[in-house]
């Protein structure tokens, strides 16, 4: 290690795990079932719907979405999936250093005594 990382054993295994991540999104996939707009189509009459995925996040309160092309579904999941992660892993980081705080200040008060 290049330089000392003032974290304790919880938080160097999380940025471990955080130098490794991959792309990410935070906003989550959902499935639903449309019609194409195509008057020709079988999904006007007999069916079945359209499978479309869409992405969904919110922003400022306002949840927006974004359509998923079927090709890239299982790509923008793991997308999804790393953002997971991410959270977990700054949850876990800010978690170490509370400790790496907190026990100093116990440290320092066992000195006193
Ligand atoms: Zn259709």
């Known amino acids: 290690m290049a330089r000392h990382l003032m974290t304790n054993e919880r938080g160097k295994i999380a940025l471990e795990h955080l ?3 991959k792309p990410f ?3 989550s996939l959902s499935l639903t079932k449309k019609r194409c707009g195509n008057p020709r189509c079988r999904c006007v009459q007999e069916g079945p ?3 479309v995925t869409l992405l ?3 922003e400022q309160n306002r ?3 974004l359509y998923v092309p079927m090709e890239l579904r299982q790509e923008v999941e793991r997308w999804v999936q790393e ?3 991410l959270k977990r892993l700054v949850a876990e980081v800010s978690q170490a250093q509370r400790e790496v705080l907190t026990s100093k200040k116990r440290n ?4 006193k005594v």
Do not use: D, V
């Not at 320092?108 to 000195?111: A, L, T």
């Open 108 to 111: 320092r008060k066992s000195k």
């Open 49 to 51: 719907l359209h499978e």
């Open 56 to 58: 969904t996040w919110k």
């Open 63 to 65: 949840t927006h979405t």
């Open 19 to 21: 130098r490794k991540i």
């Open 83 to 85: 953002g997971k992660l």
């Open 25 to 27: 999104i935070q906003a």
